[in-house]
């Protein structure tokens, strides 16, 4: 199965800030099936990109999705108050479908 | 908009079956796959498995021998059972829509596997 890598562990930014959020693959994701989902604290995880880079409904634009192959990244443009949380990327071109061991945005 | 709803024991003793439900509500069930996800306490997401509205499954290898779903569609709800559970199936079920990515989720439900 694909491994996903996600680093850093923890990343600390101040409001409005930008963050920049790594996932590697163990082999190449095929078609870049990859999404991010956002988790806060005693909440499911929420869809934020599939595809790689398409935009979920109602997910802000200051949320993009980048990357092919092994290596990924979503950028949060400007970091909001709600934006503190931990993020995860899964693939779902491979069987069977795995997730990141996530990143932690904290408030520095 | 489509919401889902896990529901089931909070506790289950060790090797025995644990059996969770998932309610679909505000639109059909049928014609999407449902998925059950688990996320021990602390830690990262588990992909368990998945269900077509037809009944057709596929399971993740590393929890096959032990998981079954099903749905009902006459009920809107598909289910979960995983059977000689260990404290390491101690978790957060959630239950989630989609063939590849997962939108919406459930709220989840915590399972305790103790004696």
């Not at chain 2, 309610?23 to 498995?49: D, H, M």
Request: net charge neutral; charged share 15%.
């Amino acid at each position: 199965e694909i491994v996903l890598t996600q680093s850093p562990g923890t990343l600390s930014l101040s409001p409005g800030e930008r963050a920049t959020l790594s996932c590697r693959a163990s082999q190449s994701v095929p078609s870049n099936f990859l999404a991010w989902y956002q988790q806060k604290p005693g909440q499911a995880p929420r869809l934020l990109i599939y595809g790689a880079s398409s935009r979920a409904t109602g997910i802000p634009d200051r949320f993009s999705g980048s990357g092919s192959g092994t290596d990924f990244t979503v950028t949060i443009s400007r970091l909001e108050p709600e934006d503190f949380a931990v993020y995860y990327c899964q693939q779902y071109g491979s069987f069977p479908g795995t997730f990141g061991e996530g990143t932690k945005v904290e408030i520095k | 908009q489509v919401q889902l709803q896990e529901s089931g024991p909070g506790l289950v003793k060790p090797s025995e079956t644990l059996s969770l439900t998932c309610t679909v509500s505000g639109g059909s069930i049928s014609g999407y796959f449902y998925n059950w996800i688990r996320q021990p306490a602390g830690k990262g997401l588990e992909w368990i498995g998945r269900i077509y509205t037809s009944g057709d499954t596929n399971y993740n290898p590393s929890l096959k021998s032990r998981v079954t779903m099903s749905v009902d569609t006459s009920k809107n709800q598909f289910s979960l059972k995983v059977g000689s559970v260990t404290a390491a199936d101690t978790a957060i079920y959630y239950c989630a829509r989609g063939s590849g990515w997962f939108d919406p989720w459930g709220q989840g439900t915590l399972v305790t596997v103790s004696s």
